[in-house]
């Protein structure tokens, strides 16, 4: 899924002014001291909810003060004593702040999420003060101005640039009422957020389909056991549990022959948030908009996705536009073709209805085994997470030599296990925590953040401290924790956002971050070899008798590989869709949620009635309370890029070509946002990104024309509010 340095962005980097904390608070909160505990990890035994709230005051008179001597200083402006001592300035008020956002996804209580709510506003309010600074605005400026002649090396030309931006962007060049305004909005936008998550953390843990035992046809042992033991901590023994977690929801979905019930778990998915009650999110996303499309109109921007886009790889929503086009035709041509299949199997069971989209994996599953002689559940017994977790530890050390060793430290959770990860020459390079399985409390999906990130201190680094979430099933009683193919590809995905951290070697904390669209690369590359045969084969092995997964079974699994893509690529297109053409919209007029989204993918893009977008507005938490908004075509214009870089692996010979990998490394992965995403992907390849490795991956590649690169286009056409179609040219820079 994603890393969570984009999710609630609004809680990470903001924060209000509020007075210096008393030593006797400094000295009692184990957030506002030095962390003594091995590695220097967060002491998680000691901190409590009520610790956070003074620990950010602290943190924000810190920080302030340091933004005061930054301003003061009488000495002449210079790189050190502004744009440098900026970038230092915050560090501990950011480290509360991070992990503040990490704990309200992986271990949310009533209290935490008090304090996420009354620290919202806060984080936004203090952000905003200062990068709406204007004295301190001015020294910035004034080295951004003389840049050019100040002997700066590459890096602090960079971090003076990027620095100088993000405070005109922040609205440094407002006039007083602007500023005014925007901090309202910023602000408005922090709680929008938390209530959005809240509203959908409920409304899935609200919905649990109870079944007797003579109503499993058709799951599968392992699915009925963790029914069985989900029932159980629920307090109902004797009945079988399913959730709207992926994990129960989607084996359920896959398996199970009643379609009644599969219906009602696949609408109440699909409903969240949209049911016109208390946690009806379609209010709150006309605000998101309402805010969003205003905030862009004070800062110069016709339009929130051209506000965010233009700070992207792709530079323009006209050149998003053009990559999802030139794959939307190919991609739901294929899904109609899928369809089809699908429909005629279905009609064997149902002769005069017509397939529905709680029936797609369900016939899916059945159509892969008469096509293929490949069911998934014939081979789940070789994809524990122990082997998954060994796949991608072998991996790890075959492309870059690190290796794990298992280490004893504080964690928020019993489930939570932690790893020390050493790098080929044995040297410490950061600890990674384990956080497997799903429990109440816990947002859905996956994710991979930092709870303490890498920086550099009196010279010497700070080795991060990062962990890998997800929401796999936990093991029964007499099984071990099975995942699904999805689930296995998952982790390999985690993984790689978790290299990526762990790999970073930046000197300016400025210079960390990339591109949103360049932030999926890492982590969808590591999928590429999830079912390679060499690497199944290190990995795959029968939890029960530890023999290898035959031959054949590895066949199955390459030749199911481009099976259903058709439906799987249309379901994220239709969902990147949804969110560019929502956060496009250039005067904000109020507006009927789901009338829009029908009409912007039903309507004008032909998407059929028997697949839903991956997402609905109500419950799209990327978009509206994870940092994505205008961005989760993040994740297609990133495939590009991984399908691009794995053949140059596929090109040495060797997929385990140790240059290539140690080129990747050192020439992207280390190097963070120190230059733009193109010219490290560049450095890395040797060229540009040829959007063929995709549609072949897809297979997609017969149904489009072979291109080496995307040409200019002069106009594109988008959905607007009151349903006109407008966009300005640009050129595609893919």
């Not at 003579?214 to 042992?221: D, E, I, M, P």
């Not at 009643?258 to 699909?270: H, L, N, T």
């Not at 110069?300 to 006209?318: F, L, P």
Request: hydrophobic letters at 35%; glycine letters at 4%.
């Amino acid at each position: 899924m994603r890393p969570v340095s984009l999710l609630i962005a609004s809680i990470l980097v903001t924060m209000s002014f509020i007075s210096c904390s008393s030593k006797k608070v400094n000295e009692s909160n184990p957030l506002t001291t030095e962390w003594d505990t091995p590695y220097a990890v967060p002491p998680f035994d000691k901190i409590q909810p009520q610790h956070f709230i003074p620990a950010i005051e602290h943190g924000m008179s810190l920080h302030n003060a340091e933004i005061d001597a930054i301003v003061r200083n009488n000495d002449p402006a210079s790189f050190e004593n502004v744009i440098e001592a900026f970038d230092r300035s915050g560090e501990e008020l950011a480290r509360t702040a991070n992990l503040l956002d990490m704990l309200s996804l992986a271990a949310n209580s009533d209290e935490l999420r008090k304090v996420t709510e009354e620290a919202a506003p806060m984080l936004s309010q203090h952000h905003d003060r200062i990068l709406m600074n204007d004295a301190l605005f001015q020294k910035i400026k004034s080295i951004y101005d003389e840049r050019e002649s100040l002997s700066l090396d590459a890096e602090q030309l960079r971090l003076t640039e990027k620095i100088y931006k993000q405070f005109v962007r922040s609205g440094a060049l407002l006039n007083d009422s602007q500023k005014k305004r925007l901090q309202e909005i910023n602000s408005e936008l922090a709680l929008l957020s938390i209530k959005f998550a809240a509203n959908l953390m409920a409304e899935t843990e609200d919905y649990v389909l109870f079944l007797e035992g003579n109503q499993l046809f058709g799951l599968t042992s392992d699915i009925r056991d963790q029914a069985r033991v989900r029932a159980n901590e629920m307090g109902k023994e004797g009945k079988y549990a399913f959730t709207l977690q992926s994990g129960s929801l989607f084996p359920f979905l896959t398996y199970s022959s009643d379609r009644d019930k599969r219906e009602e778990m696949f609408k109440a998915y699909i409903g969240r948030c949209n049911r016109d009650n208390e946690y009806d999110n379609k209010p709150l996303i006309n605000d998101f908009v309402r805010l969003r499309t205003e905030k862009a109109h004070l800062l110069d921007y016709k339009s929130y996705a051209d506000y965010v886009i233009s700070e992207q790889m792709a530079g323009s929503t006209t050149a998003v536009y053009k990559l999802l086009k030139e794959l939307w035709t190919p991609a739901l041509d294929k899904a109609k073709e899928e369809y089809k299949e699908l429909n005629e199997l279905f009609k064997n069971d149902f002769h005069d209805e017509e397939l529905q989209p709680w029936d797609w994996w369900y016939y899916a599953n059945k159509l892969s085994k008469n096509k293929y002689s490949f069911e998934e559940d014939a081979v789940r017994s070789y994809f524990t997470l122990d082997n998954a977790k060994a796949g991608v530890f072998f991996l790890a050390n075959r492309l870059y030599g690190i290796t794990f060793r298992p280490i004893s430290v504080p964690t928020y959770h019993k489930d939570v296990s932690a790893m020390e990860v050493l790098d080929v020459d044995g040297e410490h390079l950061g600890i990674l925590y384990f956080d497997f399985y799903a429990r109440e409390g816990k947002a859905q999906g996956a994710w991979c953040g930092n709870f303490v990130e890498q920086t550099y201190k009196e010279g010497k680094i700070v080795s991060p401290v990062v962990a890998v979430t997800t929401n796999f099933n936990r093991p029964t009683y007499s099984n071990p924790s099975f995942l699904t193919l999805s689930d296995t590809e998952t982790l390999f995905h985690e993984f790689g956002h978790a290299l990526h951290f762990l790999f970073h070697k930046v000197k300016y904390r400025g210079l960390s971050e990339v591109e949103g669209d360049l932030v999926e690369l890492p982590s969808q590359l590591l999928e590429n070899w999830a079912f390679e045969p060499e690497l199944l084969r290190q990995y795959a092995f029968h939890y029960n008798s530890h023999t290898p997964i035959p031959e054949y079974q590895i066949r199955n699994i390459r030749n199911t590989r481009l099976f259903n893509q058709g439906f799987k690529f249309t379901e994220l297109l239709a969902a990147a869709y949804s969110d560019l053409d929502l956060h496009s919209v250039k005067e904000y007029q109020p507006f009927d949620v789901n009338e829009y989204e029908k009409n912007a993918l039903r309507m004008r893009r032909g998407l059929i009635s028997a697949i839903e977008p991956r997402y609905h507005y109500p419950y799209f938490s990327h978009i509206f309370s994870g940092g994505y908004a205008s961005g989760y075509y993040f994740y297609i214009w990133s495939e590009v890029l991984d399908k691009d870089a794995f053949e140059a692996f596929r090109e040495s010979g060797d997929l385990y070509n140790r240059e290539v990998a140690e080129r990747f490394r050192q020439r992207l992965l280390s190097r963070g946002g120190s230059q733009d995403g193109m010219t490290l992907y560049r450095d890395f390849r040797g060229k540009d990104p040829d959007k063929n490795a995709l549609l072949k991956a897809r297979g997609l590649i017969d149904s489009v024309p072979v291109v080496d690169s995307l040409p200019q286009i002069d106009s594109l056409e988008v959905p607007m509010m009151d349903g006109r179609y407008t966009l300005e040219s640009s050129q595609l820079k893919l």
